[in-house]
C-alpha cells in the first residue's frame, strides 16, 4: 500500500505486511489510523505516521473484500468472501459478532457514525441492515438485479446508496418499516457501477461504472448533473 501527500502528489510512505492484494481501505477522519482487508483473509491497522501495522485482525476464511471503521475509530467491520461480516473491537482486536445471512460474498460494508448500525450488500443481490449490539439483521432491502458491488451511508445514518453490476443506482430510507424501502432508481451507467460516494449533506451522490464514466446525482430528483 502507499501513502501520498494529496497536495503535492508525493508517495511519502508504504505499509507492507499484507500476503495477498490489498482490496479495501479505510481511514479515520482525522487521518491517524488505517485499516486494511486483503486476499490473504486478514484485516490490519497501521499507524499512519509511522507505517507499523499495529494489529491483524484474524477469522475470515476468505477474501476481505470491503472494511469500514466507526467515526472514532474504535469499532471496525469487515466484509469477505466467507459470506460473512465482522465486527472487531479495534483496540483489543477481538471479535465482537459475527454476522451470517448472506449467501454469497460480501462485496461492501459500512457503518453508522456512532457504530451501533452495520450495513452490507452482497452478491447475493440483497442489502442488509445489522444491529452491531446483537448481531441480528433487522431488515433486508431487495432490488437490485444484479450482485451489490458497492455502498455508501448518509452522514446521519438514514439513507444508503448502493451500485450494482446491474448497472443501477438505487438510495434507500434506512428509517422505513418497509422491506425494499427503496425511495430513488438513478439509471443512465451502461455497465457494472463499481463504486459509488454521498455528498457530507446527502444532496448529491456520485458514481463510476465499468463504462468508463462518474456521475453526478442530485439525491432529491435522482436527475444525472
Do not use: Q
Request: proline share 1%; glycine share 12%; aromatic share 6%.
Amino acid at each position: 500500500m502507499k501513502m501520498w501527500d494529496a497536495c503535492s502528489g508525493a508517495c511519502v510512505r508504504e505499509l507492507e505486511g499484507h500476503a495477498g492484494d490489498v482490496y479495501s481501505l479505510a481511514m479515520t477522519p482525522d487521518g491517524d489510523v488505517i485499516v486494511s482487508g486483503a486476499t490473504d483473509g486478514c484485516v490490519k491497522l497501521w499507524d499512519a505516521h509511522t507505517g507499523a501495522c499495529v494489529r491483524t485482525y484474524i477469522g475470515h476464511t476468505d477474501t476481505v473484500f470491503s472494511v469500514a471503521l466507526s467515526r472514532g475509530g474504535a469499532r471496525l467491520v469487515s466484509g469477505s468472501a466467507d459470506n460473512c461480516l465482522k465486527l472487531w473491537d479495534t483496540k483489543t482486536g477481538a471479535c465482537l459478532r459475527t454476522c451470517k445471512g448472506h449467501k454469497e460474498e460480501v462485496s461492501c460494508v459500512g457503518l453508522s457514525a456512532d457504530g451501533t448500525c452495520i450495513v452490507s450488500g452482497s452478491f447475493d443481490r440483497s442489502v442488509r441492515m445489522w444491529d452491531a449490539a446483537s448481531g441480528a439483521c433487522l431488515r433486508v432491502f431487495r432490488g437490485h438485479r444484479g450482485g451489490v458491488t458497492s455502498l455508501a451511508l448518509s452522514a446521519d445514518g438514514t439513507r444508503l446508496l448502493t451500485g450494482s453490476i446491474d448497472a443501477a443506482v438505487k438510495l434507500w430510507d434506512l428509517r422505513s418499516k418497509a422491506s425494499g424501502a427503496c425511495v430513488r432508481t438513478l439509471l443512465g451507467h451502461a455497465a457494472p457501477v463499481t463504486s459509488v460516494a454521498m455528498s457530507m449533506d446527502g444532496a448529491y451522490a456520485v458514481s463510476g461504472s465499468e463504462d468508463k464514466t462518474v456521475k453526478l446525482w442530485d439525491a432529491a430528483r435522482g436527475a444525472c448533473l
